[in-house]
């Protein structure tokens, strides 16, 4: 039985990871989470008993070494930045005492591929650039070398394939509403319908016209569950410089994004008017909800030919438009209870 450690079980992409697979998938692995907090690993195991709860936390580099060293796969799902659980995940699996390369399947975010636009606070305009993960991938892993402040993007891209089988998952815009035992709530869509709430308008960055890819969050829960599959049968042609994933199920504008919550919000009697005339620049929304200049100003438009060609990985669920009613109404309630 292949040994699964995940990383942010108690988060939005790490949760609904644990309920996807700990509900279909116990039976084919020995799947151990770990839980900083006493309360959240109490639960997990009441509710996932299958799964064994290290209790700790990411600081602890000599912890997560040691559960890493001991599983064939690790899933780091917790956190895109967090330097010192990486590397200690890269000592645990590259450790030469392994009878075989251990398997690194780890999260990463798409304002990598935004860096330019970061760095010249460019935010709210438009651009044609898209992000193919098989015809594109010189030029992602060139963007990961030529920016060593993704330390952990470099770390997973730099490793060598004949001792760790890696995996990068660049997340786009995650949606929908998380399954898992903790954190429910994504951050770029409810945030905007947070914002218009409070302000009681709906309101635009700039000129509203850069793009995210948007995948629901069942979506990516699948995929990271058939890399692990395709893990635990040492598949090849899937990892290292062919291990870059860039998961979409389409893409919007930010402006038609705070459009569309705009009307839904009026749709539900939360805003006086349904249409979008308030215009913020960067200072304006950084100070509404922590950085949305970038979460909401910047392109990441990706295709994601990789894991529709190479593991028939094919999202279904409904788009982030057709979650927009559910996100406002989750929203307008949270509201309604604040006051
Ligand atoms: N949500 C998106 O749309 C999106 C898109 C692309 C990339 N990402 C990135 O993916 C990562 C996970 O995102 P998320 O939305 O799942 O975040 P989240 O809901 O905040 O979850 C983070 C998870 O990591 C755990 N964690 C954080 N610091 C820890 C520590 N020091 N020790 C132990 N556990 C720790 C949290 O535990 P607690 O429950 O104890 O806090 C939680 O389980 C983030 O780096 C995020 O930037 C997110």
Do not use: C
Request: aromatic fraction near 6%; glycine fraction near 8%; charged fraction near 25%.
């Amino acid at each position: 039985m292949a040994k699964v450690f995940l990383t942010g079980a108690t988060g939005f992409v790490g949760g609904d990871f644990l309920h996807r697979f700990a509900s279909s998938a116990a039976s084919k692995y020995a799947i151990s989470a770990l839980v900083r907090n006493a309360d959240k690993a109490q639960q997990i195991s009441s509710q996932y008993p299958s799964v064994k709860v290290v209790q700790g936390d990411l600081d602890d580099s000599q912890l997560v070494e040691k559960e890493a060293r001991n599983a064939d796969i690790v899933l780091h799902l917790a956190s895109t930045k967090h330097i010192a659980s990486s590397k200690a995940i890269q000592r645990g699996l590259t450790d030469p005492a392994r009878s075989k390369p251990g398997y690194w399947i780890q999260i990463s975010g798409a304002t990598l591929l935004a860096i330019d636009e970061i760095k010249n606070a460019r935010f709210g305009f438009e651009s044609d650039k898209v992000y193919d993960d098989i015809r594109d991938i010189k030029e992602i892993l060139s963007t990961i070398k030529n920016n060593p402040s993704r330390d952990v993007d470099n770390l997973v891209a730099g490793q060598d394939s004949s001792k760790v089988k890696t995996a990068l998952i660049v997340g786009p815009h995650i949606y929908g509403k998380g399954r898992g035992p903790g954190n429910q709530r994504s951050v770029q869509a409810p945030e905007i319908a947070r914002v218009t709430l409070q302000l009681k308008e709906g309101f635009r960055l700039n000129e509203g016209k850069n793009s995210w890819s948007y995948i629901h969050v069942h979506d990516l829960s699948d995929l990271f569950a058939s890399l692990v599959d395709a893990a635990a049968e040492t598949k090849p042609g899937l990892w290292n410089d062919e291990g870059i994933y860039t998961p979409e199920n389409g893409s919007l504008t930010f402006g038609e994004l705070s459009e569309k919550i705009a009307a839904e919000a009026k749709k539900q009697d939360l805003i006086p008017e349904g249409s979008v005339k308030k215009v913020l620049d960067a200072q304006g929304v950084d100070a509404l909800s922590g950085h949305a200049s970038i979460l909401w100003g910047t392109n990441a438009v990706l295709g994601s030919s990789r894991a529709r060609s190479l593991l028939h990985w094919k999202p279904s669920r409904p788009s982030l438009e057709e979650t927009l009613p559910e996100i406002v109404r989750i929203e307008g309630q949270k509201q309604s209870n604040r006051l």
